[in-house]
């Protein structure tokens, strides 16, 4: 294999010179890494698999120093390198020059490798006395992945790449990514894409071992809340930037990018819920496996799709070469995935059963299947133009309609299912249990429907996903009341300080019950905003008001403003709710020297009288989306604290035994 970095003269370009020669080392000591792992676990050599884990953290430390080389080349406007060129500029914010890192493909595909360097040193260092039955596999995996991105690196999307001519200024980073929120979001999903890489590792580990233990549990099912975590937050901060900047109200369009990111948490979501029936019962071992592997193959689709540009999206790079490697690394996983499984079955499958359909290992079953549902849909109608493009020769695209028909059901199929799972018994439920434990919140969901519809709330989907969500919130309430009780009953604490301990002495059940409340909160944003927003354009001229849902926006004036990278023009407004100001709004256009279109937040066209067409919208309810989002991610902290890990689990393990 030839590396470009053999045709740089290492006098006229340095830093492409050193770069490149920085990737081509951490490619070596990657390879290194992988066999002398796979060599060590197999011959049971100690020092083997050492020195593998050695070579790993060497490869930390390479990425990192060239990651903050091309840090250093965009922060100092290094236009030698086409990189820079292409996505900094000496006039843009420094934070975006940061945060170019990110915003092209050849820098994000280096921050990827990167964060994955980061997590396997963190892992390695965390099991270096402990679980060394899985290490030799685990590293082995998790350099195989590494090899992929560094490989792909190299020989297709190489960051050092030097320019072919001189340039004075670059073209900047592109106008829509250059916003705080963008600063933030992109990293935190490949937090969480690339955290999926770890318990995929596990997951490897476990086949070829045969060793699916609690510990094994332990280590896996932090991880995956770990990566979790990340991916909700980067998903909302996404969400919140459409809705700013993209949506103009709108948060989520089922864009192939958004969809990609979706999915992945979807599979994860499910095996949260399932890895309990594992740890309770030593049931769905298999499918645990199977979800895992399946969350990383579609982390790594999801880069792929963003990437490629095999997709049209807002948000994807363009059209490049890297997709075929991507292909050739997805297919391999998903064959050796399937294979696996097959020759491993014996092995990995759970010697229980499900004993009855009332019971929470079926209602935790139930969970898995509609979440595996929606993601096969969102899959489906993601993937779709790709399969027309090939069987019929043109793209037929799926647009929002299709994903909210199929999703609609199976996600109030869903909210129902969480209100009934916190109440049911293990193994089987008697009637008489479930008359006792849900009488008082379906009366309660009950009571609340009937309230409402007798206010007005006629329409059948919003009804309910509002009476799903209520009984929720009753389930809830009601563990959290009998929680409460037996501390004080107990210990004769006062109310609250009852329910804090319950949340620090249990944690993983009651931080899933706050991550539950955030998911209704959540529901109840997306049937206000999406059932019932309001719209509506305006043409206004100085000193006009326009009324809409009880607020009245009065347009004052239009000004401009000039910055080093854009021009920017606002309009102006107040707005009101009777005689009291609620705050006041700066619609705008921003004008770059290097885009061809203007970034439009909610401002349209204007005339030479200062006239401006302004787009209003009222989305009832859409303050709860993002207090559900912030819950979410609250109990995902609380779900997170390690008190709830046996201290037996903590033991050391015997060292690398031949499987």
Same mark, same amino acid.
């Not at 470009?4 to 490149?20: K, L, N, R, S």
């Not at 991880?223 to 975590?229: G, S, T």
């Not at 139930?366 to 969102?378: D, P």
């Given at each position: ?8 003269? =290492? ?130 995996? $998790?350099? $195989?992945?590494?090899?992929?991105? $560094? ?213 935790? $079953? ?55 799972? =916190? ?163 700066? =619609? ?9 279109? =203007? ?61």
């Amino acid at each position: 294999m030839r590396f470009p970095w053999i045709h740089y003269d =290492p006098t006229q370009h340095p830093v492409a010179f050193v770069g490149t020669v920085l990737l081509a080392s951490s490619w070596l000591m990657t390879l290194y890494a992988m066999a002398a792992s796979v060599w060590g676990g197999l011959r049971r050599r100690e020092p083997w698999v050492r020195s593998g884990e050695h070579a790993l953290g060497a490869v930390t430390l390479v990425l990192s120093m060239t990651t903050l080389l091309l840090w250093q080349a965009l922060y100092t406007n290094n236009f030698d390198l086409a990189y820079v060129a292409q996505h900094s500029s000496s006039k843009i914010p420094r934070l975006y020059a940061l945060a170019a890192l990110w915003g092209g493909q050849e820098g994000s595909l280096l921050f990827w490798v990167w964060i994955l360097s980061l997590y396997t040193a963190l892992v390695l260092f965390q099991n270096r006395h402990r679980r060394r039955l899985w290490l030799p596999y685990v590293s082995a995996t $998790l350099a $195989l992945v590494q090899l992929f991105f $560094l490989t792909t690196i190299l020989v297709a999307a190489n960051p050092f790449t030097p320019v072919s001519e001189a340039v004075g200024e670059g073209r900047g980073l592109n106008p829509i990514l250059q916003r705080p929120l963008m600063a933030i979001h992109p990293p935190s999903l490949y937090l969480g894409y690339v955290g999926f890489t770890v318990p995929f590792a596990f997951a490897v580990a476990a086949i070829v071992t045969g060793q699916m233990n609690l510990e094994w549990l332990v280590a896996i099912r932090r991880w995956a809340l770990v990566a979790w975590f990340f991916l909700t937050a980067g998903i909302l901060i996404g969400s919140r930037w459409a809705y700013q900047e993209l949506g103009w109200g709108g948060y989520w369009a089922w864009d192939p990018v958004e969809n990609a990111s979706l999915m992945p948490w979807l599979l994860s979501t499910a095996y949260l819920h399932s890895i309990m029936v594992q740890e309770k019962k030593n049931m769905l071992r298999a499918w645990n496996i199977t979800l895992i592997m399946a969350t990383f193959l579609l982390s790594v689709l999801g880069t792929f799709i963003t990437r490629s540009g095999i997709l049209s999206s807002v948000h994807a790079f363009a059209v490049s070469p890297i997709g075929d490697y991507f292909i050739v690394f997805l297919s391999f996983i998903l064959f050796y995935g399937l294979a696996s499984l097959y020759i491993r079955w014996p092995v990995i499958r759970s010697p229980q059963r499900i004993e009855a359909v009332l019971s929470k290992e079926s209602s935790f $079953l139930f969970n898995n299947l509609l979440l595996t549902g929606i993601c096969f849909a969102v899959l489906w109608g993601t993937l779709f133009p790709l399969v027309s493009d090939l069987v019929k020769g043109h793209r037929i695209t799926v647009a929002a309609p299709f994903f909210n028909q199929v999703t609609a059901p199976l996600g109030l199929a869903l909210l129902i299912l969480t209100g009934i799972c =916190p109440l049911i018994a293990w193994r089987r439920a008697t009637w008489t249990n479930l008359e006792r434990n849900f009488l008082l919140p379906l009366v309660f969901t009950l009571v609340v429907a009937s309230v409402l519809f007798a206010l007005g709330l006629r329409e059948a989907l919003p009804l309910a996903f509002t009476g799903a969500g209520v009984l929720v919130l009753a389930t809830t309430a009601l563990e959290f009341y009998r929680g409460v009780r037996a501390r004080r009953r107990m210990y004769g604490e006062p109310v609250w300080t009852a329910f804090g301990k319950l949340l620090v002495k249990h944690p993983r059940r009651y931080g899933g019950y706050v991550v539950h409340v955030g998911v209704v909160l959540l529901f109840f944003g997306i049937v206000g905003s999406a059932f019932y927003q309001v719209k509506r354009e305006v043409f206004l001229r100085p000193g006009d008001t326009a009324h809409l849902q009880g607020y009245t926006l009065k347009y004052e004036n239009l000004s401009l403003r000039r910055f080093p990278h854009k021009d920017l023009v606002t309009a102006s407004i107040v707005l009101q709710r009777g005689d009291r100001v609620v705050t006041r709004l700066t =619609p705008g256009r921003e004008f770059h020297p290097n885009a061809d279109q =203007p970034v439009t937040n909610v401002l349209g066209a204007w005339d030479e009288n200062q006239g401006v067409n302004l787009e209003m919208y009222y989305n009832p309810l859409i303050f709860w989306f993002w207090v559900g989002g912030w819950m979410m991610l609250v109990g995902g902290v609380i779900v997170m604290n390690p008190r709830w890990e046996p201290a037996y689990m903590l033991a050391p393990q015997a060292a690398v035994a031949r499987p």
